[in-house]
């Protein structure tokens, strides 16, 4: 009978496959269970609760503006700022806010956003019991192409900080090039006047919702897309669906690089769930795409983390780069006089070590290059470790080549270089590089590991 480790297995080799065909990392779109699940905090309604709660003026619990406005929460948003606006001016009112909302340019609902603000703030994972710590590791290990966000809160920046924040309409104005981002498409607790919370900032959102569908679309169709946080019937995943649709025929065809993490609590040895999800995403149109359902996520992110990690990748200078190339197609080449060497150019593209060179790469030939590339003697990388003599550093690499079989010091390669030094031909020094050091504090201190398959060795025929 099938059971849920088998479960497991397809889950695993299904997106393993899929990252596989699709040659990069993915994007995960997180939601409001994903801060529920791991600080505690509230969906929409619940916040609207609290905010009903919290104002004096709001006479009514949330259930009486839901009858009210037949369950628009977004016209209850709109209600609820009106009614912050006359709390703040009054008398009683106005200590709880500060002095900078008051000035005559600030909107209405900044009072009710800043009551907003203040209460996501103070979300953090730090209360999160062990087994969730493990999935956040996990989480941060699977280094996402992107993170899109319709939450406020800032509970992702602190798991993945080398990544930039963009937040609300900056979104429309970024390079679908770039790496290495977490796109707050509802706004940010940094910036409450971002925050989409009422009718009217919700009405300006879908007047310009498709200026992001088209900059979403441009990921989706070609990287694994996992929704955390999300229930299936969520009109966000519903939008989002509705425009991928339209890629596919026929409508009932199975999307097949996207999944939904969708959290089952009666799951057990035994349970074999439903591997795709039906949905009817608007207009007649149904779609279908893939579903995971688990108790404990650590698996799920540790499948989609196969690929390995953007640990060691500089982000910055990635979107710099990013940047730069798309300024020069935009701005420096239809307004400036550039000379190109195009018998140059041609060259280039054809030999990868001369491509390489036009973005300031070059190979490990190179001995200038080589050196800055990997700056750690084998008594530094020891001090790096923690150690004090370099001996210690070659039992951790001497594990490596046990686990593995890959001898980092057996060629010149991303962790280690064998230079020259000086004239005579047998004065070498070997050299490290930051890439050497993350690997093996990984060795040294247990945790899992992975040798990119480019340097592995090749294994012999017939195997």
Not at 125 to 137: F, G, P, Y
Not at 173 to 179: E, P, T
Not at 216 to 231: D, K
Request: net charge negative.
């Amino acid at each position: 009978m099938p059971n849920y480790a088998q479960y497991q297995d397809e889950v695993r080799a299904d997106v393993a496959d899929v990252l596989k065909r699709q040659q990069c990392q993915p994007i995960i779109f997180v939601g409001s269970g994903f801060s529920k699940r791991y600080a505690q905090g509230p969906s929409w309604e619940a916040l609207l609760t609290e905010l009903a709660d919290t104002c004096p003026l709001i006479e009514h619990g949330l259930a009486y503006f839901k009858q009210k406005y037949d369950g628009d929460l977004t016209m209850i948003g709109s209600v609820f700022a009106q009614h912050y606006f006359e709390w703040a001016w009054s008398k009683e009112g106005k200590i709880h806010f500060p002095d900078k909302l008051f000035e005559a340019n600030v909107p209405k609902d900044a009072y009710l956003k800043h009551i907003a603000a203040q209460r996501l703030g103070a979300l953090n994972t730090t209360a999160a019991d062990k087994a969730l710590q493990d999935e956040l590791v996990e989480l941060k290990r699977l280094g996402p192409h992107a993170v899109i966000t319709t939450n406020y809160d800032n509970l992702l920046e602190p798991l993945f900080p080398e990544y930039e924040v963009v937040v609300g309409q900056n979104v429309f104005r970024q390079s679908s090039l770039v790496v290495g981002e977490i796109f707050k498409i509802h706004g940010s607790i940094s910036d409450p006047h971002s925050m989409v919370l009422t009718k009217e900032d919700y009405d300006v959102f879908n007047r310009d919702k498709k200026y992001l569908s088209a900059k979403l679309l441009t990921y989706f169709a070609e990287h694994p897309l996992l929704f955390i946080g999300y229930s299936a019937s969520d009109p966000n995943i519903k939008n989002v669906l509705y425009d991928m649709s339209r890629m596919f025929t026929p409508t009932t065809a199975l999307i097949p690089n996207i999944y939904i993490l969708q959290w089952d609590e009666d799951q057990n040895e035994a349970s074999y769930p439903a591997r795709e999800h039906v949905l009817e995403v608007g207009e007649g149109i149904t779609v279908r795409i893939k579903s995971i359902s688990a108790s404990s996520y650590k698996w799920v992110y540790e499948a989609f983390g196969i690929g390995g990690t953007m640990e060691k990748v500089n982000l910055k200078a990635l979107r710099a780069l990013a940047h730069r190339m798309l300024n020069l197609i935009r701005t420096d080449i239809p307004t400036k006089n550039v000379q190109v060497n195009y018998e140059a150019l041609e060259h280039a593209i054809s030999n990868e070590e001369a491509f390489a060179k036009l973005f300031g790469v070059t190979s490990l030939n190179d001995p200038a290059a080589a050196n800055a590339a990997h700056p750690y003697t084998s008594e530094m990388l020891a001090t790096q470790l923690g150690y004090k003599h370099w001996t210690a550093t070659n039992r951790l690499i001497a594990r490596v080549k046990a686990d593995t079989g890959f001898d980092m010091k057996g060629s010149d390669n991303i962790y280690h270089v064998h230079i020259k030094i000086g004239q005579a031909a047998t004065s070498r020094t070997r050299k490290y590089s930051d890439a050497a050091v993350a690997l093996l504090k990984k060795v040294r201190d247990g945790d899992a590991y992975e040798i990119p398959a480019y340097v592995l060795p090749a294994k012999p025929a017939g195997l």
